[in-house]
């Protein structure tokens, strides 16, 4: 896949067990919040997203929880499962934009052990 | 409904030429996004098209072009290339004017610049 190589930070969890994955972002101007999925081989897939009027937004086994004082956004994943084991990336984007242009952070892969 | 279509799925060009990569979007959706993906740099993006109008454009020099037709078909150009343009480009599109952040990616063209 593309982040072969790629210094990526790794969690690695047991299958059953939470997971949290943490992301930090810089633009004070961003107003919405997108956790995606990459398998191997794969596009980015859409997990869930958040605005920046709220601090808590779930779905399916997953939450998302923002901290705009810090700045910080993580990714909750209720009784990980293999199928989870993938790269992470939290993206964002901006209110002065006038479409579509995210800002994806660099990834976490998450390894699931079974 | 089918996904986001990219062809060719893998290519291999010398320095000097150029390249051009094709998207279809789902059926339906007039945003086409670009985005290149390396394992150095991550996923960064390209440009953003609308109904056949470049709404944004990334930090790329002008070897990188695009354009979009009337069928919401788009296509990228990447000229001169050189060995540090060797990347994962991934189409995205999008049903609504203004995204929240839900894109829905293709799965790629690979390209190897030797």
């Known amino acids: 896949g593309e982040n072969v190589g790629l210094h990526l930070p790794t969690l690695s969890v047991q299958e059953g067990d939470n997971s949290i994955i943490n992301c930090a972002y810089s633009n004070s101007a961003s107003d919405y919040f997108i956790w995606y999925k990459q398998e191997s081989g794969k596009g980015p897939q859409f997990i869930i997203d958040?605005?920046?009027?709220?601090d808590k937004r779930q779905g399916q086994r997953v939450t998302v929880l923002l901290n705009k004082t810090v700045k910080h956004l993580s990714l909750q994943i209720a009784a990980t499962q293999p199928g989870d084991s993938a790269v992470y990336f939290c993206?964002?984007?901006?209110?002065?934009?006038?479409?579509?242009?995210?800002?994806f952070g660099g990834g976490t892969r998450l390894m699931v052990k079974p | 409904k089918a996904g986001v279509t990219q062809t060719p799925r893998y290519l291999i060009k010398t320095r000097g030429q150029q390249v051009t990569l094709s998207c279809s979007p789902i059926s339906g959706h007039r945003s086409v996004s670009w985005y290149q993906q390396t394992p150095g740099q991550g996923l960064q993006f390209l440009f953003e098209y609308f109904s056949e109008t470049q709404r944004n454009k990334g930090n790329f020099p002008g070897r990188f072009s695009g354009r979009q037709f009337s069928n919401s078909r788009s296509e990228m150009n990447v000229s001169t290339l050189e060995l540090g343009d060797s990347a994962l480009y991934l189409c995205?599109?999008?049903?609504?004017?203004?995204?929240?952040?839900?894109?829905?990616f293709g799965e790629g063209s690979r390209l190897t610049v030797l």
């Open positions: 995205a599109s999008s049903s609504l004017r203004r995204n929240t952040g839900e894109l829905f």
């Open positions: 993206a964002e984007n901006s209110v002065n934009n006038a479409g579509n242009m995210l800002t």
């Open positions: 958040i605005r920046s009027n709220m």
